[in-house]
């Protein structure tokens, strides 16, 4: 059961008018203009406007596509005033409810009750305008005769009650008294679940959880133990939520969103290897596939990549071109860049993978010493989508990376610049230029960008997290740098790079303990170059020379173009 925003039901009058009107006028409504008088014959007046049913209806449609509620449910209100369709007054008093016009909504729900009395929605926007008025008694009252509509619909139209109510605790409360395990008694499973899910919702995640529970108990049913799993997530507990999917799954094997939810939870423990092969195990589509090649790709398992691009390959030859460009993706995961390339080019320019492959096209080429081409193509791709501004920022990143590579670094910056030019304040690009400033000793311009990324984007944690890193780095203003840090950490406490950024500043301001306790954590989560030179200077200056040896020779082995990796080393002395 799900419930929604339910703007109520537009009037089949007011569908057919505007079908017929189309083809005659435009969204402006039609002027009046008198009958051409006949010989012998009167003019005939016109209509007044505030007369003209279809005039007040088109004005309300008009009105909501322009988002203004306001004058959508006055118009409306006086459309139901002259309509004795009782669809017309039941939306009418929906768009009031929407603009929170309370005196709208009683003067079109009278109208409504007047032709056509009973109808279970009049009695949800009773519900809905006690609430507003903070008569819970009244509003309570409403709903429970809502639960006895047929067919648990009732249950539906609570729901949509008290989603809407900005008083969320009283809400919650209401949902307390109505959904009881008395009241729930006769209710299907799905209504069970829906009100845990409500419940949760109203931040009443307590009660959340003693519904589910019940449901589990009264059901034992996959839907119940897959919602009590994620239930358990929210709580931090994963055993249980580890214990709980499983039981889901065992119940309904070939539920790919059950298997899909409890990778995801593996996923952001770290166990990227079980969240693959959690995900092989049952009946497969292109989500699964391409999540298992995620999972696969970040735990740089290469036998999992072998057995996944062998099982793809296996495919029917239209399944095989239908997933060319994972394909390559798995291809270059092996290092066979040159198959790689081969599956890239069979993407066709209808496949919505085809911009992405010809990105992967020119970086290949560039890797084949092809510089020129390879830029060339950058150019092409920025022209072929010049009126698409998420690709042409992607394409100007491209050249910008294609240009970093061959350490033109300063060609790189200028076109970050002319990106910006045309994409003025372009978060995406303004992010990945401050980057790129901070690898390559800019950080004041890399400490501008990422400020006015948080400008334009308060709640960006990635840009919080990359300013705190970048100050932490630079060795400056390292109690705002922890300040951004502790931020991004509250929002994505399992991220390896925010924990990593944690430690590094833990490490500048001394802390040489908590630094190493947050960057084994992180490192345990991601092994790569930067967070291994990260450690394995901290257990340096620590005096712990052999582990700090043997943390750098295992990033080594994985990257040893690793700049970070390669500059802690000869720092050190290593």
Same mark, same amino acid.
């Given at each position: ?78 459309? @139901? ?7 017309? %007054? ?42 507003? !008025? ?44 109505? $959904? ?56 931090? =507990? ?5 214990? !709980? ?9 070939? !539920? ?28 497969? =589509? ?7 090649? %995620?999972?696969?790709?970040? @735990?740089?398992d290469k036998n999992l990549i072998q057995s996944l691009y062998d099982e793809l390959k296996a495919r029917p030859g ?81 050249? @910008? ?15 970050? %610049? ?20 901070? $690898? ?8 501008? =960008? ?22 932490? =780095? ?22 390896? @790079? ?33 967070? %291994? ?42």
């Amino acid at each position: 059961m799900k419930f929604r925003a339910d703007r109520g039901v537009t009037a089949t009058g007011l569908v057919m008018a505007i079908a017929l009107l189309l083809g005659a006028c435009t969204a402006t409504p039609p002027r009046r203009i008198a009958a051409a008088a006949q010989p012998g014959q009167g003019t005939v007046a016109p209509t007044p406007l505030e007369q003209d049913l279809l005039a007040q209806m088109l004005a309300g449609e008009f009105a909501l596509g322009k988002a203004d509620l306001t004058a959508s449910a006055q118009s409306y209100a006086r459309a @139901a005033a002259l309509s004795g369709d009782p669809q017309v %007054a039941a939306h009418a008093t929906r768009v009031a409810l929407a603009a929170r016009d309370w005196k709208l909504a009683r003067e079109s729900l009278a109208r409504w009750r007047a032709l056509k009395p009973d109808d279970p929605g009049q009695t949800q926007v009773e519900a809905s305008l006690a609430l507003s !008025d903070g008569n819970t008694d009244q509003a309570y009252q409403a709903l429970a005769r809502l639960i006895g509509v047929p067919d648990q619909q009732g249950w539906r139209l609570v729901g949509q009650v008290l989603l809407s109510t900005t008083d969320k605790a009283a809400a919650a409360t209401l949902l307390r008294r109505l $959904a009881t395990p008395l009241s729930l008694a006769k209710a299907p499973e799905e209504t069970w679940i829906a009100m845990s899910q409500l419940a949760f919702k109203l931040d009443a995640k307590p009660y959340s959880r003693e519904l589910a529970d019940a449901a589990l108990k009264k059901f034992a049913s996959a839907p119940a133990y897959g919602w009590s799993a994620q239930l358990a997530v929210d709580e931090g =507990d994963k055993a249980r939520a580890g214990r !709980d999917y499983q039981q889901a799954i065992q119940r309904s094997p070939k !539920d790919i969103r059950l298997r899909a939810a409890y990778a995801l939870m593996l996923g952001q423990q770290g166990d990227n290897r079980a969240a693959a092969k959690l995900l092989a195990d049952g009946p497969q =589509d292109d989500y699964s596939y391409a999540a298992r090649a %995620a999972y696969v790709a970040r @735990a740089n398992d290469k036998n999992l990549i072998q057995s996944l691009y062998d099982e793809l390959k296996a495919r029917p030859g239209d399944e095989r071109l239908a997933r060319a460009h994972l394909l390559g993706q798995l291809a270059e995961m092996l290092e066979q860049k040159a198959v790689a390339l081969s599956w890239y080019e069979q993407v066709s320019t209808g496949d919505e993978d085809w911009f992405a492959s010809q990105v992967r096209i020119a970086v290949l080429v560039d890797d084949q010493g092809k510089h020129d081409q390879a830029l060339s193509l950058a150019h092409e791709l920025q022209q072929r989508v010049g009126d698409q501004p998420a690709a042409l920022g992607d394409a100007f990143m491209l050249e @910008a990376e294609l240009l970093s590579k061959r350490e033109q670094h300063e060609a790189a910056q200028a076109v970050y %610049a002319r990106a910006l030019k045309q994409m003025p304040d372009d978060t995406r690009v303004l992010y990945a230029r401050a980057l790129h400033a901070a $690898a390559n000793g800019l950080p004041d311009r890399a400490e501008t =960008d990422l400020r006015r990324v948080l400008e334009l984007k308060p709640e960006d944690m990635d840009a919080t997290n990359a300013l705190g890193y970048t100050l932490a =780095d630079a060795d400056r203003k390292l109690d705002e740098a922890l300040s951004l840090i502790e931020r991004a950490l509250k929002a994505k406490p399992d991220d390896a @790079a925010v924990i990593d950024s944690y430690g590094w500043v833990l490490y500048r301001r001394g802390d040489l303990a908590g630094s190493e306790k947050a960057l084994r954590r992180a490192f345990e989560k991601q092994s790569d170059g930067e967070i %291994a030179s990260h450690l394995g200077e901290v257990l340096w200056m620590q005096g712990k020379h052999e582990e700090a040896r043997a943390i750098f020779e295992q990033a080594r082995k994985k990257d040893a173009k690793n700049k970070a990796l390669v500059e802690a080393m000869r720092r050190l002395g290593v």
